[in-house]
């Protein structure tokens, strides 16, 4: 009798803990189940991502690889690149650009029977970056490079940061140039000298300094958030973008896309803080050469105070602007290039008949 009761007991006992030790395998099954269920879709969509992210920069790097020439001047090595039969052409591109992004404003000059030279200015690409990487220094850049091309007078077209340096090789070398074109251009106004530039947070820096550097985390920003990259990177309206045309939505695409691999244009980026932080009023007065500048309104780089003040403090400066259109001017590039082209004709450097487009062997 003990003994059965002893049995009787032990088995009451053990009751309990069997029961949660089997609470406590279902659970672990469930939660590997759960795992297994959303991590593999995970895993795999995260494999894509790479594997696109790979192509793309990828296909960026070969991109940047080819159609320019790296140039020993008595400036020091300018990379540049030399497209197209006619009258030359200067084009200065923007922040986070190129040769390359040169090439890809400049399409229209192409067009119109225009020979382009597309340098990379300091820092950008294969452009490397000497102590002294001012606008001033720039512009001697460019005439040196002219000097080793044997080009003789140009048509100098700055875009955007490239203002400043376009704008000081008028000044500097006005010999070398027959008019001055400035888009959207960074450039001083008499608001700006009564404002104090922004000064970003330290969290901010850092987090820039991290997507100028990083391939990958541009390349994330353009793809998971892309309507806040074409806000703040390419300083336009997101919805004026939905709205645009195929052609001009392809364009802008093109032009973000562009903008890698970021790693090759950092140090030209952080050399633009310094420009902007350093921008002071050129003597606009002297210029000589015909001069067409255009902005926009909404701007998010804010362009248009100092466009129009560029404009109106140059003899003969015509200034055109939009109310909207954001810094890539969506919706205005037939106007826009119609301005430019007139403009160009009456300043004599446009002829009337064409010449056939053929690209130029690269030097």
Known sequence: MPSTMLSIHSRKGSTPQASRAKLRSAKRKKFWTILTVVGAPLAAAGGFAYYRYRRDLGAAEA?????????????????????????????????????????????????????VIAPSRFGYLRSPIPADASPMAQADAYACLLDRLQVGKVVVYGVSAGGPSAVQLCLRHPERCAALVLGVPLAYSDQSANTRPAQRSALTGRVINATISSDFAFWAMSKLARDTTIRTILGTPPEEVANATPDEQARIAQMLDHIQPISRRKNGLRNEAAVVQSLGRYDLELLTVPALVFSVENDGYKTYAGAKYTAEHIKGGRFVGYPTGGHLLVGHQQEVWSEIMEFLKNSGCLHEQETPLETRAIR
Request: glycine letters at 18%; aromatic letters at 8%; charged letters at 15%.
């Open 63 to 115: 991109r940047v690889s080819s159609g320019s020439t790296l140039i020993e001047t008595a400036c020091g090595l300018i990379e540049y690149a030399d497209v197209g039969a006619g009258a030359p052409v200067l084009v200065i591109h923007g922040a986070g650009g190129g040769f390359d992004q040169g090439l890809d404003v400049a399409r229209p000059f192409l067009d119109h029977g225009f020979r």
